[in-house]
């Protein structure tokens, strides 16, 4: 267990639907981070939150959205959902916001959007 | 920018002897970390080495260390004394040190299937 807990583990829904990821960062971390892992894109940064703000942004797409709330959780909000977006999103913690620090990912929550 | 390439899809290796997996990189970045990650089959995904760019000595941890050549820009993970749990997907990533955020870039992976 690496202590990051993501929840749900699967996910399968329709495309036009919306879905909501959750993540909990381990303890002590202040940083939250959100990756896609796709079979022909690999894994693609998304976002990055620290201590509540977003920090770093990467290829995430307008119909995506992330926030990280006061006890740090963070949730990865997916919208009008096409058969593309399934894939298997990560999230990740760490303590420190920049430099090169070591991520502690969770399990990742798979989605099938049929 | 930065790139992360990883040459070989997939290899295999038997068990107890050496693997070395490949990974290049481009950044115009002057103070860089590299990262190996590992990925079983059950998906998640494992920390292993870190490299810093400014370190002259090359990592290691316990089986696995890291060919770092700056000059070359090349990080290879080289697994001594392979075990059939180490059959996973290995990842090469990359960070710029001194960026405000701390985006990790991937490679593509390489496979690696230890035989009996």
């Known amino acids: 267990d690496s202590g990051v807990t993501q929840t749900p583990k699967h996910l399968i829904t329709a495309t036009g639907q919306r879905v909501t990821l959750r993540c909990s960062p381990r303890?002590?971390?202040?940083?939250v981070y959100w990756y896609q892992q796709s079979l022909d894109q690999g894994l693609q940064f998304l976002i990055q939150?620290?201590?509540?703000?977003?920090?770093a942004k990467g290829n995430i797409l307008e119909r995506f959205s992330a926030q990280q709330f006061p006890d740090l959780h963070s949730e990865l909000n997916l919208s009008s959902l096409e058969l593309g977006d399934s894939a298997l999103y990560f999230c990740?913690?760490?303590?420190?916001?920049?430099?090169?620090?070591?991520?502690?990912f969770g399990a990742g929550s798979r989605l099938t959007v049929l | 920018a930065q790139k992360i390439t990883q040459t070989q899809p997939g290899m295999f290796v038997q068990e107890k002897e050496a693997v070395t997996l490949d990974c290049t990189y481009d950044?115009?970045?002057?103070?860089?970390?590299l990262f190996w990650y590992k990925q079983p089959s059950s998906g998640e995904m494992i920390f292993l080495i870190y490299?810093?760019?400014?370190?002259?000595q090359n990592a290691t941890e316990g089986r696995y260390s890291l060919n770092f050549q700056k000059a070359r820009k090349s990080a290879n993970l080289v697994i001594s004394a392979s075990q059939l749990g180490d059959s996973a997907m290995y990842f090469c990533?990359?960070?710029?040190?001194?960026?405000?955020?701390?985006?990790?870039?991937f490679g593509g992976g390489t496979r690696v299937l230890v035989k009996p």
């Open positions: 303890s002590g971390d202040l940083s």
């Open positions: 990740a913690s760490s303590l420190f916001s920049s430099g090169a620090n070591v991520l502690t």
């Open positions: 990533a990359m960070s710029p040190i001194k960026a405000a955020g701390n985006k990790l870039t």
């Open positions: 490299q810093g760019s400014y370190d002259e």
């Open positions: 950044t115009s970045d002057q103070s860089y970390g």
């Open positions: 939150y620290y201590n509540g703000e977003e920090r």
